[in-house]
């Protein structure tokens, strides 16, 4: 607990930086989690919200041909150091639309993902791939303008992609923590700095190969992150490698899958994704 607070007094000196920065709610793209932000580059890494700053900062198309709306989802896609944990989908103004998370088939174990969650990822070549918009996938092809970047920032909700048609199979994500509640989403653990984890209908009897593989997380009864996860062990330095004793920060006590400690054993990978700017304020 010290070791949070005094990351928090720490962040408190870099205060300045986001007084100045735009007021949208959702002001940031950051991926992974971890404890020692002031000293891993990996930790909350801001990633590029506007195709312009993506190829100035090393990423490039991965788009593999298709145009935008080409294939079984929207938008320009971006890898960097070809690393498939974190891909970025612009929208056709080259405003940030979504983001992808690929795991290549020949990396994971045989039966992952599970039948019961494959609808939440797509094949595409040697991934399967996962993706989350942050505009309604039908609009990414025409794309933002300059004014609505700047009013709602990374976007205006979270859409689910759980089908291979962008346009109608998504789940749009409540903002507000309240209507969460009233869904399958299963209340979860709270963590400081990464948040209040809410899950896709989980239990303490439940079977791991329905673990869904995307997770969210409200801080002040808002939507301001979320994740993905898989049961396997998957290899990038953007992974998070949950250990036995984070289970708490996962799941409420009595919620806890029975099964998940096996999950952890045999492998799994996890990435926290924040759509602001400021985790390490994440007091749930
Ligand atoms: C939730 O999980 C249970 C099994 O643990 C299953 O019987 C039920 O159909 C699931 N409900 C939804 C809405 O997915």
Redesign the pocket.
């Known amino acids: 607990m010290k070791t949070f607070v005094a990351l928090a007094l720490l962040s408190l000196v870099c205060v300045e930086g986001w007084l100045f920065n735009d007021d949208a709610e959702w002001n940031d793209l950051k991926v992974t989690w971890g404890l020692n932000q002031l000293f891993s580059s990996t930790v909350f890494d801001s990633l590029p919200r506007t195709e312009s700053d993506a190829l100035a900062d090393g990423w490039v198309d991965f788009s593999r041909g298709a145009s935008c709306d080409g294939d079984y989802y929207r938008g320009s896609r971006y890898i960097k150091d070809n690393d498939p944990a974190v891909m970025l989908l612009f929208d056709d103004n080259g405003f940030i639309a979504g983001i992808q998370m690929g795991a290549r088939i020949t990396e994971l174990p045989a039966g992952i993902p599970a039948a019961q969650v494959m609808n939440m990822w797509n094949y595409d070549g040697d991934m399967v791939v996962i993706t989350a918009y942050f505009q309604e996938p039908a609009s990414v092809c025409t794309g933002r303008s300059d004014a609505h970047f700047t009013l709602h920032g990374t976007g205006v909700g979270l859409y689910l992609q759980n089908g291979p048609t962008p346009e109608t199979d998504y789940e749009l994500i409540p903002r507000d923590e309240v209507d969460i509640g009233a869904t399958?989403w299963t209340k979860g653990g709270c963590f400081y700095t990464m948040g209040q984890h809410y899950w896709?209908?989980t239990?303490a009897?439940?079977?791991c190969d329905?673990f869904f593989p995307v997770f969210l997380l409200y801080n002040s009864g808002r939507l301001n992150g979320f994740g993905f996860d898989i049961n396997a062990d998957l290899n990038s330095p953007r992974y998070e490698k949950p250990a036995l004793e984070s289970l708490s920060a996962f799941f409420q006590d009595q919620d806890t899958p029975a099964c998940f400690a096996q999950s952890i054993q045999k492998g799994l990978t996890t990435i926290h994704i924040y759509m602001d700017d400021s985790p390490s304020f994440n007091f749930c």
């Open positions: 399958a896709y209908n239990s009897s439940m079977d329905d």
